[in-house]
């Protein structure tokens, strides 16, 4: 595609039930990142992928939150027994290549809107 | 971790000004980005500008590496330009993942 595209772009949740975001990352981008972002702040690092691997989740917050992408290309980021703290935008960005350079520069979705009610 | 602070936090200009973003950062980069953020939340890429200086249009940005620090210039603004502007790095030595640390940002209201 010619961007990131995410959805839904929003999501309202009753505490407790788990929600499912998905991200499809432009074609043929290795690398793969979810972040948070709370109103009023930069984004915040959650995982990271590089094809199917997941080689980072040091940014995940407990153990309720879940990312996969088992074919390398799209990602879904599954929370579960969601709580009000998790109301936030999530993102999701992919580059090119990894390591150094140019190609390391990442493109962002649009986002989705959680609110847990 | 690695520090990246932002200046000013919050600047309003009347059409047709010129501005100068800062972006400080306390260790060595890989990798820095300038993004727009425009009122959808639509984190827009400006530069890909680990150093040197590069410019698109009214915009330009210069980054000074040994000096960690990093500027946007916005020349001649438009009510268009309003959003949040965030500066983000990649940590050299920051292992296998080349992941973002963003800056507190800067809001920017351009007025008619």
């Known amino acids: 595609g010619a961007g990131v595209s995410q959805s839904p772009r929003y999501k309202v949740a009753k505490r407790g039930q788990d929600v499912a975001l998905r991200c499809d990352p432009i074609s043929g981008h290795v690398s793969l990142f979810w972040y948070q972002q709370a109103l009023g702040q930069g984004p915040e690092f ?22 996969e992408r088992p074919e390398g290309s799209v990602s879904t980021l599954k929370i579960q027994r969601t709580q009000q703290e998790d109301s936030a935008v999530y993102l999701c960005a992919s580059s090119l290549a990894t390591g150094t350079g140019v190609y390391n520069e990442q493109f962002f979705g649009p986002g989705t809107r959680l609110t847990v009610l | ?29 890989n990798n820095l980005q ?12 400006l530069f890909y500008i680990p150093s040197g200086t590069k410019q698109n249009g009214r915009l330009s940005a210069t980054t000074v590496a040994t000096e960690r620090y990093s500027l946007l210039y916005i020349s001649s603004s438009q009510t268009t330009d309003s959003g949040v502007y965030f500066c983000a790095v990649e940590r050299k030595d920051g292992g296998a993942t080349n992941k973002l640390i963003f800056g507190t940002g800067t809001l920017l209201a351009v007025q008619p």
Do not use: M
């Open chain 1, 46 to 67: 959650l995982t990271y992928f590089q094809n199917e691997a997941q080689l980072d989740k040091s940014g995940l917050p407990s153990d309720r939150f879940f990312a």
């Open chain 2, 34 to 45: 300038w993004f727009h953020q425009n009122p959808w939340g639509q984190l827009i890429n």
């Open chain 2, 1 to 29: 971790g690695i520090q990246v602070e932002q200046s000013p936090p919050d600047l309003i200009l009347q059409e047709g000004a010129n501005s100068t973003l800062r972006c400080n950062f306390s260790d060595s980069v």
